[in-house]
């Protein structure tokens, strides 16, 4: 019996319809696999005769299960399926669909798609563990790297900017595991972001100055909460005049200025040698005579590094840090200071940081899905043993939420003017004081920690 017959009259017309496309994909998917072999296995195939024969298989498959499809409908199976074999399998739809920000699969049965900030769970499978070690490894075998069961980690990128993470057994207990967080082909700009409310124009205002005006910015927030996506933004304020380096471990901002150096960390390799770190890069990087040092993020000692070239004429770097809080940006930032090697003073670490940086910006990732600049929190001096922190804006939680669980709250200003405004008018850029008028919270924050 076809898959057509078995479908009939078990759903309605468009979902039957769906469902034996879908289902003749698979089954077709199949078959070009095992017809092919080790010939598809083999990552060292050459494109064009393998694609010849997939198309080949594919045209013989449809014309054998008699399946009752327009001309069109086949054509764009016969290229889905090609596309699927040829390129990242059953996630290549999602790799090409610009609602999906995330694609996970644990595991070869296994696939979610993160849409709107929402984690969901897909239809499509991988045919075995095989099967996805292969996709695995034309994946990241497109930019140098390597993963076995000897080099079971690996973190890449494909060729569009997007971030790959996979682990293999025996580190991965259900088959491989892989993740790939896709970026904007067009970049996001700062009214991209006012448009999703991410942040309100008074705060983009107050940023585009703080970056032109050579602020030391950190950016803080959990995981997947848009910090590298604001920090892109961010850097497209930097006048074009400007040598400007980033460092990354997997490069990630996209930065439209002509001057610019992006340095990208190594790991090692199967032998244990040949690593360079961020903090590596870093201390190179201070001898290519930059106007600018980025940091996609800071996770070890090169924050040590970090904080010395911001207080010894580096000004306006930026980098990101994954922290819950503002406070706990900080307090992140002292522990992998701490973490360089040398045995300072917790005194002397945190006059460092009050003295390196000027703001932090805070994102948080609420029920709802949405990334929400939750707080700009001005860095101030040291009171005893303690770093003083002030809150230029705030999001009101108090407001609530809709009855669609989207939040009713906004950033507000707290009334507080920033010190730096003088430093800031001192190089040309005056802020309206306007910006920093206060707005009646509903719960009354406390600006000033």
């Given at each position: ?5 078995r479908l ?19 089954q ?18 050459d ?76 239809k ?18 497109q ?14 990128r ?25 970026f ?27 970056v ?138 945190r ?42 804006f705030l ?55």
């Amino acid at each position: 019996m076809t898959l057509y017959e078995r479908l009939q009259g078990t759903r309605s017309p468009e979902e039957s319809r769906a469902e034996l496309l879908d289902g003749l994909r698979q089954q077709i998917h199949e078959r070009v696999i095992s017809r092919l072999g080790p010939q598809f296995y083999s990552n060292r195939s050459d494109g064009g005769p393998l694609r010849s024969s997939v198309e080949r298989i594919v045209a013989e498959s449809l014309k054998a299960n008699k399946v009752p499809i327009s001309v069109g409908e086949g054509e764009r199976l016969a290229h889905e399926v090609t596309d699927d074999v040829l390129g990242h399998g059953p996630i290549e739809r999602f790799l090409q669909d610009p609602t999906v920000s995330e694609v996970m699969v644990n595991g070869p049965r296994r696939v979610y798609v993160e849409r709107n900030g929402k984690i969901e769970l897909t239809k499509s499978r991988f045919l075995d563990e095989d099967h996805l070690r292969h996709v695995i490894g034309r994946i990241v075998g497109q930019v140098g790297r390597h993963i076995d069961e000897t080099s079971p980690m690996v973190d890449a990128r494909l060729p569009d900017g997007s971030r790959v993470n996979a682990v293999f057994p025996p580190l991965s207990i259900d088959g491989p595991y892989l993740t790939i967080r896709k970026f904007a082909v067009d970049p996001f700009e700062m009214q991209d972001l006012v448009d999703f409310n991410t942040l309100t124009p008074p705060v983009s205002t107050l940023l585009e100055a703080c970056v032109r005006g050579k602020m030391n910015l950190l950016v803080s927030g959990g995981t997947s909460t848009g910090k590298t996506t604001l920090l892109n933004v961010l850097s497209s304020f930097i006048p074009s005049d400007e040598r400007i380096i980033t460092i990354e471990d997997a490069k990630e901002l996209q930065l439209r200025q002509h001057h610019v150096l992006s340095l990208e960390g190594r790991p090692p390799n199967t032998e244990g040698k040949g690593a360079v770190t961020i903090r590596d890069l870093l201390r190179n990087s201070l001898r290519m005579r930059p106007d600018r040092i980025l940091i996609g993020e800071c996770r070890s000692g090169e924050a040590l590094d970090m904080l010395q070239a911001m207080n010894t004429g580096h000004e306006g770097s930026l980098t990101t840090v994954h922290a819950n809080s503002p406070r706990d940006a900080l307090s992140r930032v002292e522990t992998m200071t701490l973490m360089a090697g040398f045995d300072l003073p917790v005194r002397v670490v945190r006059d460092q940081m009050s003295s390196a940086l000027d703001l932090i910006v805070h994102l948080t990732r609420l029920r709802d899905g949405s990334r929400r600049v939750t707080h700009v929190t001005e860095v101030g001096r040291m009171e005893g043993e303690m770093v003083l922190l002030q809150d230029i804006f705030l999001f009101d939680f108090g407001m609530g939420t809709a009855e669609d669980g989207t939040p009713l709250g906004k950033l507000k200003a707290t009334g507080l003017r920033p010190r730096f405004a003088e430093s800031l008018a001192d190089r040309g850029i005056t802020l309206d004081s306007r910006l920093f008028e206060a707005e009646r919270f509903v719960h009354a924050p406390v600006g000033r920690r």
